[in-house]
């Protein structure tokens, strides 16, 4: 174990303090839970929960299909949708309270299996956050303070909260000796759940956990025990009787076409995080099998092998790189045995990275402060969030199938309606392509009225929103609201 002096109360507070006000930021960003990317996508999945816990099926469009979506932790959040009566937003509010807890908790109880420095836990949490980059960069799973705050209601920081608690339980039960078949059996049903809860984020605490392993040298009865573990896991796997997990090793090219920007501009996302490699490199030198070290090797080693095969969606295991490399930027600044001018000069370089990442991101604030407020430089950084489709509600009910383009697709099912084809790609909904095709050919200028009123007969749809003139006139549609951006709500007249 790596230790340090319980010392420099000063630093420690300073790092605490940052800490804390970053966590008070995410709690009051929950409180606007503001609108981007999959929010649309989980909301749906509490919605189809909360009326039917047992068969909801497709959570986008009307059909009975399984979907990855329906995870044990978005089926917790249906069951307390449905007992409590909440709105859906409301439930995603206390997942994101609930994420939010664990992941912090997580990083302090698997920063204290490396180092036992006051100011250690405080300091990794603000590396996770702020040592990225200068190109602000979103996605979930991916813990910059911009990205977590849009996130924050994701699956993925519930699991990656779980994958912290899943490392430090591990470490320590390979620490000690006597434990018991109990702890690797509860160990693999975590990992099993993990996966289940956030397939890619089950892949980077995978890799972590096999580091874990690697660097602990466990002997003959530990990996007996371990592999009981792992095989109780994969029963977990299998017997999930929402999805089949083990088909999604066959997702197609939908998926790698959509990790592909993964890869791009990878210098300006990461370059802050370069003092957590030469931290790593340091370790490995004083240690060749230094867990952090072999995380980042096996993370790094993924991702090198999507670029070069074409895998983008092998992208998703960059955080297996980057978490270990921002760790060890935290704890090499408090690192014991280190000389004091060694420690100062690392806390310099350190204090300047988190300054520059967090200038980065300081448009977060304007989740939480009206940008009018904000001061110029600050507010010139702050990106809005998406629109809602609230004003649809009074006319579009449970069920109801809704016309529209990809992007309001992506948000419309949050309110109970269907779309005919999804907002994002749908590995088990076997006539994706079809009814993505039959969107584009509704709003395809020049189709004929004839042909738009069979595609909307084919898949019973009641309502088609759409923005502009297009469907000014169209026979068989009423518009009924308008919303922002020219945005019009119309009613199939039948």
């Known amino acids: 174990m790596r230790t340090a002096p319980r010392t420099a109360a000063g630093p420690a507070l300073a790092a605490q303090t940052g800490a804390a006000a970053v966590v008070l930021l ?11 990317g999959d929010l649309g996508m989980h909301a749906a999945t509490v919605e189809r929960l909360r009326h039917d816990l047992v068969d909801p099926g497709n959570p986008l469009v009307d059909a009975d299909t399984p979907s990855p979506y329906y995870s044990p932790w978005m089926l917790l959040l249906g069951a307390l949708a449905r007992l409590s009566g909440w709105s859906v937003f409301v439930v995603l509010r206390l997942g994101a309270l609930a994420g939010l807890g664990l992941l912090v908790t997580g990083v302090v109880r698997y920063v204290r299996t490396l180092s036992t420095h006051r100011a250690a836990p405080a300091l990794a949490l603000l590396c996770l956050l702020f040592l990225w980059g200068t190109s602000l960069f979103a996605w979930s799973g991916f813990l910059g303070l911009n990205s ?7 699956p993925s920081v519930f699991a990656l909260g779980l994958a912290f608690h899943f490392w430090a339980w591990l470490t320590r039960a390979l620490r000690a000796a006597a434990s018991g078949w109990g702890t690797w059996l509860g160990l693999g049903v975590l990992w099993a759940v993990i996966l289940l809860v956030h397939q890619f984020s089950g892949v980077v605490a995978s890799l972590g956990a096999l580091a874990v392993v690697l660097a602990a040298r466990p002997g003959r009865l530990v990996w007996v025990r371990l592999g009981g573990g792992l095989g109780l896991g994969l029963v977990v796997l299998l017997l999930w009787p929402y999805y089949d997990f083990f088909a999604l090793f066959g997702a197609g090219a939908d998926l790698e076409a959509v990790h592909r920007p993964l890869y791009r501009d990878l210098p300006g996302r990461y370059w802050l995080v370069l003092p957590g490699v030469v931290a790593l490199v340091l370790r490995w030198r004083r240690d060749r099998r230094d867990p952090l070290a072999l995380f980042f090797l096996l993370g790094a080693a993924v991702v090198a092998a999507g670029a070069l095969s074409g895998h983008y969606s092998w992208g998703r295991a960059l955080p297996a790189a980057l978490i270990p490399a921002q760790l060890a930027a935290a704890l090499e600044t408090v690192r014991a045995g280190a000389s004091r001018a060694v420690r100062a000069g690392w806390a310099c370089v350190l204090a300047g990275a988190l300054a520059v990442g967090a200038w980065t991101q300081v448009g977060t604030v304007g989740y939480v402060v009206p940008r009018g407020d904000l001061p110029e430089p600050v507010a010139a950084r702050y990106r809005p969030p998406w629109r809602g489709y609230h004003w649809i509600t009074p006319w579009v009910r449970y069920g109801d199938v809704v016309m529209a383009r990809t992007f309001p697709a992506r948000q419309i099912p949050a309110y109970g309606a269907y779309t005919v084809a999804p907002g994002y790609p749908d590995f088990f909904l076997p006539d994706e392509r079809r009814r993505q095709a039959a969107v584009r050919r509704y709003f395809t200028a020049g189709t004929p009225a004839g042909e738009r009123r069979r595609i909307l ?12 003139r297009g469907l000014q006139g169209t026979p068989g549609l009423r518009a009924v609201a308008r919303g922002p951006d020219g945005q019009v709500l119309y009613a199939v007249v039948r």
């Open 148 to 154: 977590l705050a849009l996130t924050v209601s994701y």
């Open 26 to 36: 995410l709690l009051l960003v929950i409180v606007r839970l503001p609108w981007v």
């Open 457 to 468: 007969r084919e898949y019973g749809v009641r309502w088609v929103v759409d923005a502009g």
